[in-house]
Structure formats: C-alpha cells, structure tokens
C-alpha cells in the first residue's frame, strides 16, 4: 500500500531512485560493445573443446552463430537510426 504521508516525511537523499531508463539506442550501443567479447569467448570456449566433444562444440558453434547474426542485427537498427 502506498502512504504519501510517509514519503513525505521522508528527506530525498534517503528516498531510493530508480535508474533512468535508457534508450533503445544507448541499449543497442551497450550491446554492440558487449557482443565481440561474447564472440571471442565462445570462440576461445570452442578452440579449447576436444574434437570427440560433439555436442558441446555444436552448441558452440551455434552460439557463434547466434551472436553474429545478433551483431549484424545490431549495426543494421543502428544504421537505421
């Protein structure tokens, strides 16, 4: 329940705030700079996975897969903008 006389009395320094929500933009550009170390370790993750490992290095690669197609998604909604 909410109590307006409550928050009220409390000062504002004590009072939390929730973070400003981002744009669709700044998320994008957040996620354009996070996504080639993702790709960089999964790749790392395949290299160092035994060949006899199958179906780990094929989930592998499909992460690989995923996070370029992710990639070029990316540029191309910023390139939109």
Same mark, same amino acid.
């Given at each position: 329940?909410y109590? +307006? *006389?409550? !928050? +009220?009395?409390?000062p504002?320094?004590e %009072?939390p705030?929730?973070?400003r929500?981002i744009? $669709?933009? &700044?998320?994008?550009?957040r $996620?354009? @700079? @996070?996504? /080639?170390a993702q790709l960089? *370790?999964? &790749?790392? !993750?395949?290299e *160092?996975t /035994? %060949?006899?490992?199958l !179906?780990?290095? @094929?989930?592998l690669?499909? &992460?690989i897969?995923r996070?370029q197609?992710?990639m070029? $998604?990316?540029?191309?909604?910023?390139?939109?903008?």
């Open positions: 329940m109590d +307006a *006389a409550y !928050e +009220a009395s409390i504002d320094a %009072i705030r929730s973070p929500p744009s $669709e933009r &700044q998320a994008l550009e $996620e354009r @700079e @996070e996504l /080639p960089a *370790a999964y &790749q790392r !993750e395949l *160092a /035994p %060949i006899t490992f !179906e780990r290095r @094929e989930r690669e499909w &992460q897969r996070v197609k992710r070029a $998604e990316v540029e191309g909604r910023l390139g939109k903008g």
